[in-house]
């Protein structure tokens, strides 16, 4: 078994029917609520409490629950945002079509240019408003519940061009998760369905 399930990754080559406002809805329900979510957020919220990012929500574990709800509120809203209520209204394709294909360097690229490149409904490409756009409002409404300093304009820019750093870096591991996926958990799953040797 896998540990971190794809719920929008595609084959590049794949043709695939439109996904209905429905389907992103859950989509994104299964993005913000499946277990590697919760896992991913706590991995961060960590991080955010180590570096101190936000001194007011201070240490010990009040404040890692403090780092840990926030984060858990921002992944959702810019799920929501940029992969179901924007793609709804601009008819985007909010799923990842893996490259698959090529070298390190070439496949890392690709996932990037995902950032600013996506697909419309019937498969044409388009600007990705809803990635870019999305991330953008979902940095601005986080920033309401967040301490007033982080509601200044310059610390909502540098937000909102980490979230889309983050989702780069995302879409690169969505890219790649097959082949991690192969060498490591494929084996160690191949090695476990063979039988023992009789003594």
């Known amino acids: 078994m896998g540990i971190q399930p794809n719920f929008q990754a595609v084959s590049a080559g794949a043709v695939l029917p ?5 389907q992103k809805f859950w989509l994104a329900t299964q993005g913000s609520f499946d277990y590697s979510s919760f896992i991913s ?3 961060q919220a960590g991080v955010e409490q180590a570096t101190k990012t936000y001194p007011e929500f201070r240490q010990g574990a009040v404040g890692y629950g403090r780092y ?3 984060t ?3 992944s959702g809203i810019e799920n929501y945002l940029a992969g179901a209520i924007l793609p709804a209204m601009t008819h985007e394709d909010p799923r990842y079509y893996t490259l698959y294909r090529g070298g390190f360097f070439r496949r ?6 995902r950032l600013w490149i996506t697909k419309k409904d019937r498969g044409s490409r388009t600007f990705n408003f809803s990635e870019i756009f999305g991330s953008g409002v979902a940095t601005e409404i986080s920033s309401r519940y967040y ?3 982080e509601r200044e304009a310059s610390e909502i820019l540098e937000r909102w061009a980490s979230q889309v750093l983050n989702d780069g870096v995302g879409n690169v591991f969505t890219e ?3 082949d ?4 490591f958990f494929h084996r160690h799953e191949a090695t476990r369905a063979q039988p023992h040797e009789s003594r």
Do not use: C, E, M, Q
Request: net charge positive; glycine share 4%.
């Open 108 to 113: 890392t690229n690709y996932a990037f240019s």
């Open 72 to 74: 858990l509120a921002d």
């Open 18 to 22: 439109p996904l209905s406002v429905k």
């Open 147 to 149: 301490p007033p300093r």
């Open 41 to 43: 957020v706590g991995i």
């Open 180 to 183: 991690i996926h192969k060498k």
């Open 176 to 178: 790649f998760w097959p």
């Open 68 to 70: 840990y709800w926030h």
